[in-house]
């Protein structure tokens, strides 16, 4: 088998690194406030379009790859720099920075998951990889730039699209696939996956936690009632009501509170 340095094509490594560059030029630009120089674009753009392959590179204990060729760093700068002079021709044709953010995130995917699997990783760290190399960059710009960390709150599928990726390009190559033909659907999946998200509004419902039967008493009655848990479909409605600082339960807690000062008679508490 040749090594992994061998077997991992270039043009991938470097078109992932372009296209993620030119989104996070186009990001930053939403954030006119922070005041970015162009060194401060061209930072924000090597960090999206190299964060995630050095992460990749330290899980597989080698030397970063994007430190071995000036490549790397001239593509991810002059790419930044490029959607940076271009964002107002960019900004116009709507909805371009979620398109270039799933093609770069299905690259990534690839460029990632393709290295696992030639570093003969089992199926799952491969999937960590994978999603890791993808997704990294993202948390590294969300954190120079002070926004909360994208993959971490409920919102459009990120990481869930570039696990769905790798998890197709892994079944590809285990269904004996040519590694051409498996990067394709793995581009093609994450892609999917992600702009189905942003399209549609899908997302992973927000955490709960399981909790022991609570007992109240009941404003109609003074007697003691076991409370009924809320449904799934209760929650996922109200995950769509509550603010930054409630949580869906709490926006079901005061509509059950609500209703049994309605039954009580007695009048809605402000």
């Known amino acids: 088998m040749d090594s ?45 379009g190299l964060g995630g392959g050095i992460i990749r590179d330290l ?11 000036e490549w790397f760093l001239f593509t991810a700068g002059t790419a930044a720099l490029g959607g940076m002079l271009l964002q107002r021709l960019l900004r116009r044709m709507d909805g371009l920075v979620s398109v270039l953010d799933a093609a770069a995130l299905g690259f990534f995917c690839a460029v990632g998951t393709l290295k696992a699997m030639n570093f003969e990783l089992p199926i799952l760290p491969t999937l960590l ?9 993202g948390v590294v ?12 709150f409920v919102g459009s599928l990120y990481a869930i699209a570039a696990t769905a990726g790798s998890a197709a390009f892994v079944l590809a190559d285990y269904a004996g696939v040519s590694q ?29 936690a399981l909790r022991m039967p609570r007992f109240r008493r009941s404003a109609r009655t003074g007697k003691q009632e076991r409370e009924q848990p809320f449904t799934d479909q209760e929650i996922l409605e109200a995950s769509g009501f509550h603010a930054l600082d409630t949580r869906p339960i709490a926006v079901l807690e005061e509509k059950r509170a609500n209703r049994e000062q309605k039954r009580a008679g007695d009048p809605k508490p402000e």
């Open 4 to 48: 992994p340095a061998t077997t991992l094509p270039l043009w991938l490594d470097l078109t992932a690194i372009a296209i993620g560059a030119i989104t996070a030029a186009m990001v930053a630009e939403q954030f006119r406030d922070k005041k970015l120089d162009w060194l401060g674009v061209v930072i924000i753009g090597i960090t999206v």
């Open 59 to 69: 899980l597989l204990g080698i030397r970063p790859v994007s430190m071995e060729t």
């Open 129 to 137: 990889v994978g999603t890791v190399t993808a997704a990294g960059g």
């Open 141 to 152: 710009r969300d954190m120079l730039l002070g926004m909360p960390v994208g993959i971490l």
């Open 180 to 208: 051409i033909i498996g990067i394709a659907i793995c581009v093609a999946v994450t892609f999917a996956v992600r702009m189905a998200s942003v399209w549609f509004g899908l997302s992973l419902p927000e955490q709960i």
